[in-house]
């Protein structure tokens, strides 16, 4: 069975840094692919950034520059780093494993938690101005 957890979640002020943690088990993040995506009320679930098998990464313009994502096999967990984060960041934020199926987006749009993918419960993320 698969199980993906993330943890990190917090209140910040603006200009502020988190950094979010998705540990997986049963499945291996160093061989599949994994995607941080992040959900405002009323919304689908936003890809945020991914990295695919191969190592390839993705952000989405609405967070380059600011969040990073790293991963550690030896711990099969991957990292979202969050800086100068803002207000507009505030959601929940999903991890999931198995996200692309091999094929990493430039952006992505999906039901929250849908039966495709191994999704985390989320983690809340506020960011006060």
């Known amino acids: 069975e698969v199980q993906v957890e993330e943890s990190g979640g917090g209140s910040v002020e603006a200009g502020g840094s988190l950094r979010l943690s998705c540990t997986a088990s049963?499945?291996?993040?160093?061989?599949?692919?994994m995607g941080w995506y992040r959900q405002t009320p009323g919304s689908d679930c936003e890809l945020v950034s991914g990295?695919?098998?191969?190592?390839?990464?993705m952000s989405a313009a609405s967070v380059k520059g600011r969040f990073t994502l790293s991963q550690d096999n030896a711990k099969n967990t991957v990292y979202l780093q969050m800086n100068s984060l803002k207000p507009e960041d505030t959601a929940v934020y999903y991890c999931a494993a198995e996200a692309f199926h091999g094929v990493i987006p430039s952006s992505e749009r999906r039901p929250c938690r849908d039966p495709f993918s191994y999704w985390g419960q989320g983690t809340q993320v506020t960011v006060s101005s």
């Open positions: 049963g499945f291996t993040v160093e061989t599949g692919d």
């Open positions: 990295i695919d098998k191969d190592g390839r990464t």
